[in-house]
């Protein structure tokens, strides 16, 4: 067998152990504490999680994209609260530097983000731009070597934490679409830089997002990713493209590990004399259950073998989102009908992971800006008009 198989199946074979002997034993303390413990945090480190998807030459792994939903599919069967840990460092805050940075920017900034030494947002979303993300408000006003950044930027990610963002601004006002829009890396503790309060979420908790404040934020000119203005927006689509695959293989990980219990309570529980798994209706929805986890796992792994083989999988990459962030979401309710009453009490998990999951199906582009992608995309390249 060839090294890096070897190396890859080591890895995995560590994160699954990982997940199963310290991650899901701590799942209720961190959700009821919502904080990660340090030690924990510091474990992560230790295997390589945040450096996933950072080239080897900066101090990550340097997978390739089969090699990361490989990874993702095992840590997703974790609560989803410690993939959003890492998942900023390894998608959206780092892509943009590692696709669009001057090597400059990479030297310096993704080896600390590789050992998850700082934790890397990303900030596009604003109080009045959401979907419609190439309209960005937020203003980056250029004098000399300096960007003064203004606006506020919602729900970001790991920003309390954050050591640095990537952030989207505004750098021609005269081009109110995606052209007028650049990519910065702002570092914490930036002059005025400021995090709002971590909002209080339905689901996943230990992991945290808060509004970033910029009030003519000094940024300098190096920082601009790429070097050149108006890119931004394209910089931000292509991080999104790889980051869709990542939470794809994560909701195939957390439907399969959600198949596992739904099938163990069911062979546990009895009624009418006989365990409920017994019973096809029962049995129907773990049938369901288990097809789509499966009809989602190989669209991921087959769209992240079409990326590394260099294809252009952004329509693919709505694809999977879409259809693994529903079928979890239809695999967490299952699970729920199967617990019965238990289902609904919070002593139990199915109860969080019904929660959890649901904002798969909103961030990172929501079900219906995929639906809007892969409709406009096909009937464009069926060239009906
Ligand atoms: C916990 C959490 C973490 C997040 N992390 C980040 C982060 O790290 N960085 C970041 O930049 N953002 C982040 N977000 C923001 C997230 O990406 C947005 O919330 C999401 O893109 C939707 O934008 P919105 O909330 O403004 O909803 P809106 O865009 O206002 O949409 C509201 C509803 O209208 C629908 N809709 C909108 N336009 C159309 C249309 N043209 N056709 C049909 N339906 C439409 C939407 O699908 C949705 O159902 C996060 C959000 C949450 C809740």
Known sequence: MPLDKILLQSLTSSVRRFVDERLIPEEMRVSRADAIPEATVEEMRRLGLFGLSVPEVYGGLG?????????????????????????????????????DGTEEQKQRFLPPIASGEIIASFALTEPEVGSDAASVRTTARREGDVYYLKGTKRFITNAPRAGLFTVMARTDPSKPGASGVS??????????????????????????VADVIFDDCPVPAANLIGGVEGRGFRTAMKVLDRGRVGIAAACVGFAERILDEMVAYAASRR???????????????VADSRTEAY????????????KDGGLNIGTEASCCKLFASEMVGRVADRNVQIHGGSGYISDYAA????????????????SEIQRLKIGRDTVRAANVS
């Open 271 to 285: 009624q009418f004399g006989s365990p409920i798994a017994e019973f096809q209706l029962v049995q129907a929805m």
């Open 63 to 99: 997978l390739s994209m089969e090699e990361e939903v490989s990874v993702m599919l095992e840590l997703g069967r974790a609560s989803p609260a410690f993939r959003s840990l890492i998942a900023t460092n390894v998608g959206i805050g780092s892509q943009g530097i590692v696709i």
């Open 295 to 306: 009809a989602a796992r190989c669209m991921v792994l087959e769209t992240a073998r079409a």
């Open 183 to 208: 990519a910065f890396i702002v570092e914490a503790g930036s002059p005025g830089l400021s995090i709002g309060k971590p909002e209080h979420k339905m689901g996943q908790q230990g992991s945290h």
């Open 351 to 366: 109860e969080r992971h019904y929660r959890d999951v649901r904002l798969y199906r909103i961030y990172e582009g929501t």
